[in-house]
């Protein structure tokens, strides 16, 4: 008679302690990541927040220095823009590390159009700070254009402002915002129409002349001044009777009337020269002197009104300086014509 055969084992039961260990063992990977990837990052930003003074102009020196020790640029802007994203309350002022952006290239650039174009960061720090950190990289910001020209038509005239002066340190890489910019000449700013118009004359681009010309009769002698600036680099021969009309209505000694004055030296447009006889003769010789001194041989009929000047006896000062000044005008003027 055969034995009843033995009832089969039961299955032993292993995986419980094995998922319990594998969920241990990713909690804790999970955690490492935490620390390493937030925690560490956060607080690091936050000890170089803390060594600037709050309310403070951030230095430059000191800015490349902090970025330095959180990692140099590349590492440093990812963890500022981190540092952002957290409550104030573990974070407190997030307006210096966008700031600190600003000693970060290219890579704060690329972290600045995340703050510029994304609506839950704009709420977390102002664009005023942005645009400041964009204004610190200089060309290297020309990456955060698009993000910063719908800027420029912003209610504030603050933030318009420094949209304005952010394109303008881009220089010709700010290509893309010359429409806005042009519009930007029209602005109720003051502000806005001077960082405008010396935006434009490092863009370079000679469809701005007429616009610029107009800026001539503006009501603020700044933006006459960059005006006048951008016109000269810009070189257009049309801008010479606009520049000699804007010098008619100037301010006597301003900053606007030595600027149109340096811009119709860089010319040397003999158009210069009669009006420049006629203001000797009304008894105004700064200005010509330096037109007329940069125009060479053409100039040869200011010659006998330079002359009665620099036989005049002005005094001491500004003077002295003055006589030099005729005294090199009519040398400049009389070697070039030897040379002739």
């Known amino acids: 008679m055969t034995e009843p055969a033995d009832p089969p084992a039961p299955p032993l039961r292993t995986w419980r302690p094995m998922a319990a260990w594998t969920a241990a063992i990713l909690l804790a990977l999970g955690l490492i990541w935490f620390v390493a990837a ?5 607080w690091q930003v936050r000890q170089a927040v803390l060594k600037t003074r709050k309310n403070e102009y951030l230095d430059p020196a000191l800015g490349l220095k902090l ?5 140099g640029p590349a590492k440093a802007a990812p963890k500022l823009v ?20 600003g000693s970060c290239g290219k ?10 174009s994304s609506p839950n960061l704009r709420g977390r720090i102002s664009d005023a700070c942005v645009l400041d950190a964009i204004w610190r990289m200089g060309p290297d910001g020309d990456v955060a ?3 910063i020209v719908p800027l420029l038509q912003d209610p504030s005239s603050f933030i318009r ?9 881009v220089g010709p890489r700010a290509q893309e915002a010359f429409s806005a910019l ?3 000449l029209k602005d109720p700013c003051e502000d806005v129409r001077y960082f405008s118009a010396m935006a434009l004359e490092k863009i370079g681009d000679r469809r701005a002349v007429e616009p610029l010309i107009e800026c001539l009769q503006d009501k603020s002698d700044l933006v006459r001044r960059d005006a006048a600036r951008a016109l000269a680099t810009l070189g257009d021969p049309r801008a010479v009777e606009p520049l000699l009309a804007s010098l008619e209505t100037c301010s006597p000694g301003g900053e606007a009337q030595w600027a149109i004055a340096s811009a119709l030296a860089k010319f040397k447009d ?20 330096l037109v007329l001194g940069s125009i060479g041989p053409a100039a040869r009929d200011a010659l006998p009104d330079l002359k009665r000047w620099s036989g005049v006896h002005i005094g001491s000062g500004s003077g002295t300086s003055l006589e030099r000044a005729i005294n090199e005008a009519i040398t400049n003027i009389q070697r070039e014509e030897a040379g002739r």
């Open 182 to 184: 042009l519009l930007g």
């Open 38 to 42: 937030v925690v560490v990052p956060v």
């Open 82 to 101: 981190l540092y952002i994203r957290m409550p104030k309350s573990i974070a407190p002022r997030c307006e210096t590390a966008a700031m600190l952006l």
């Open 67 to 71: 970025v330095e020790d959180l990692g």
């Open 145 to 147: 254009v698009p993000a």
């Open 161 to 169: 402002f420094k949209a304005a002066a952010a394109l303008c340190v």
């Open 270 to 289: 003999p158009r210069c020269i009669r009006p420049m006889i006629e203001r000797l003769r009304k008894g105004d010789p700064w200005v010509p002197v």
């Open 107 to 116: 890579a704060g650039a690329l972290q600045a159009v995340e703050l510029l």
